[in-house]
Nanobody, 117 residues
Framework: QVHLEESGGGLVQAGGSLRLSCAAS??????MGWFRQAPGKEREFVAR????????TYAESVKGRFTISRDNAKNTVYLQMNSLKPEDTALYYC????????????WGPGTQVTVSS
């Protein structure tokens, strides 16, 4: 069982940047994704990175502002978030994905991102 732990969240002003990290306890030869859940809302997809080929997919709401990447040597996946908006405020999670993008691992505690206006 691969254990994932998110970090890097915090409080930032609108227009600012944060970089989230998702550290895996072991090697993950998996597609990886970032998700978020705002208070009172369902968890939603943010970004996806395929292990084979490295192609990426983003939610329309973050396209052009967020970038997902991975460092296989460090067993870590990142989410660079630029031009943050108050509506990006949420608890952010990472997870492994199956071939059709469905999360397949256990959810970690997440990391809180709060964007002030």
């Amino acid at each position: 069982q691969v254990h994932l732990e998110e970090s890097g969240g915090g409080l930032v002003q609108a227009g600012g940047s944060l970089r989230l990290s998702c550290a895996a306890s072991g090697r993950t030869f998996s597609n990886m994704g970032w998700f978020r859940q705002a208070p009172g809302k369902e968890r939603e997809f943010v970004a996806r990175l395929l292990y084979s080929g490295g192609s990426t997919t983003y939610a329309e709401s973050v396209k052009g502002r967020f970038t997902i990447s991975r460092d296989n040597a460090k067993n870590t996946v990142y989410l660079q978030m630029n031009s943050l908006k108050p509506e990006d405020t949420a608890l952010y999670y990472c997870n492994r994905l199956n071939s059709v993008g469905v999360p397949i691992g256990s959810w970690g505690p997440g990391t809180q991102v709060t964007v002030s206006s």
